[in-house]
């Protein structure tokens, strides 16, 4: 008792997840929290008294194992996507993080590679690294997008087992046409996941991967409750596939892997999908609004179909991320060079935010 703890480096650890750092975005108790994508606005009350209703009913028969199945869960996600979807080609997880997980336990692993177009969603090289695979990241345009003809030019060269294409794309919101996801699929022999985190908040008339699902055998496209739906919290991702990948699933899956209090939350929020995407709209006017106010600041958005803003033209976004924070704002700084990335909250959030960096100047902050 008493002696000072092991150190990672003191325990036999896999070498190849050595050195790697954990998945994590700053969290502080900041009055503006813009950080993560979330959806900030509260779940309706009538929509959250129902889910608890239907949580307290499943505390009911808690004892017992959940449906491992979760057939009716499947069945809403089937007939909220529509598109002709039945259950059988649906799948669920605990979070997105964990469908993606499930399909690289499937389908990559040892020996294997992963391939995304970087900069993208940064789960996808530890999500591959974790299941002992290889990542290999792609190239985009300077202005981040991606053209058909060179995202099948770079998928023939790697020949990857999985492919990972981001639609619209994580960090910086760059919508990605059905002709590249066509074109990626054609180039490949491997499994293709679109994945459309963010796809409600794309224009109305846009369509969705779900529509080049049929014929598509290696196709997958992979959605969350936790943006749109304002259901990060409850962790709830789902995929569309043909059945034959969702039988595959099956075998890596945990037993019992989503909770009955899951399986309830979520298919009470289901039951309200109109009022719980009532709010998108107001998000979709935010983001804009943002844009159009960083670009009137100096500032350089980028095109956004998601619910968040990438801005370029950060003198320092270190010393413009302080800033912020000591201003009581908390936005994301991704990596990318002179550039930072904002959620689109509230209107009162936005304000705060828009409010609080052109305090700081032209450019932002510096040291």
């Known amino acids: 008792m008493g002696a000072v703890s092991a150190s990672l480096d003191d325990l036999p650890l896999r070498a190849d997840l050595r050195g790697l750092t954990p ?21 309706p009350e009538d929509v959250a008294d129902d889910v608890l209703d239907s ?20 069945e809403g996600f089937a007939k909220y996507l529509g598109h002709g979807l039945s259950a059988d080609q649906i799948w669920a997880a605990n979070g997105s993080n964990e469908v993606l997980q499930h399909l690289l336990q499937a389908f990559a692993g040892p020996g294997r590679t992963a391939f995304g177009f970087a900069p993208t969603y940064s789960m996808y090289p530890l999500l591959t690294r974790a299941t002992g695979a290889t990542y290999q990241a792609g190239t985009r345009g300077v202005d981040y997008t991606l053209g058909a003809a060179d995202a099948a030019a770079q998928i023939e060269a790697a020949d990857p087992d999985v492919v990972f294409l981001c639609a619209p794309n994580n960090p910086t919101g760059t919508p990605l046409g059905l002709d590249v996801i066509e074109a990626v699929y054609d180039a490949a022999n491997g499994i293709v996941i679109v994945d459309e985190a963010y796809q409600e908040f794309a224009p109305r008339e846009s369509r969705s991967a779900l529509t080049l699902l049929p014929g598509r055998e290696r196709l997958v496209v992979s959605r969350t409750m936790s943006k749109a739906f304002a259901f990060a919290g409850a962790r709830v991702g789902y995929l569309a596939a043909d059945a034959a990948i969702i039988d595959a699933l099956r075998l890596v899956r945990l037993p019992y892997h989503l909770s009955a209090l899951t399986q309830a939350a979520a298919g009470a929020a289901l039951r309200h999908a109109p009022a719980m995407l009532a709010m998108v709209d107001e998000i979709v006017a935010q983001r804009d609004r943002i844009s159009a106010t960083l670009d009137a600041l100096g500032y350089q958005p980028f095109e956004s179909w998601t619910n968040f803003v990438l801005f370029g033209g950060v003198d320092d976004p270190a ?34 935010f828009l409010d609080a960096l052109a305090s700081l100047g032209p450019g932002g902050a510096r040291v």
């Open 55 to 74: 949580v307290a009913r499943a505390l009911r028969d808690v004892n017992r194992y959940p449906d491992r199945e979760f057939t009716a869960l499947r």
């Open 319 to 352: 010393a413009t991320w302080q800033g912020l924070y000591d201003r009581g704002v908390l936005i994301r700084d991704v990596g990318l060079p002179r550039s930072l990335r904002v959620t689109a909250g509230t209107e009162t959030e936005s304000t705060a």
């Open 23 to 43: 998945y994590g975005a700053p969290q502080a108790a900041l009055p503006v929290a813009l950080n993560v994508n979330e959806n900030t606005h509260p779940v």
